[in-house]
């Protein structure tokens, strides 16, 4: 989402869900990233919508670090949200 806050300067998330899976040494969290496209950077110039992106990031640990991360995230969604699309 660290690309978002350029044209979405006013973008933060709200943590949903946080989960931990001992046994396969697996992380999940689950956020809604909110914020209005009011700065430069996207591939239009700035619309004023609005965007409510769910995203989820599913970690495997391995020896106390992230050795595997997967981003799920609807960005057609999102961008039409923002008018990109």
Request: charged letters at 25%; glycine letters at 10%.
């Amino acid at each position: 989402m660290k690309g978002l806050f350029t044209p979405v300067p006013d973008g933060h998330y709200e943590l949903r869900f946080f989960a931990e899976d001992e046994e396969r040494d697996c992380v999940a969290a689950y956020a809604v990233f909110r914020g209005r496209q009011t700065g430069p950077g996207g591939p239009v110039d700035p619309t004023g919508k609005t965007i409510a992106a769910d995203y989820v990031y599913a970690m495997q640990f391995e020896d106390g670090r992230i050795r595997h991360m997967t981003k799920i995230w609807n960005d057609t969604i999102s961008f039409q949200q923002l008018g990109w699309a």
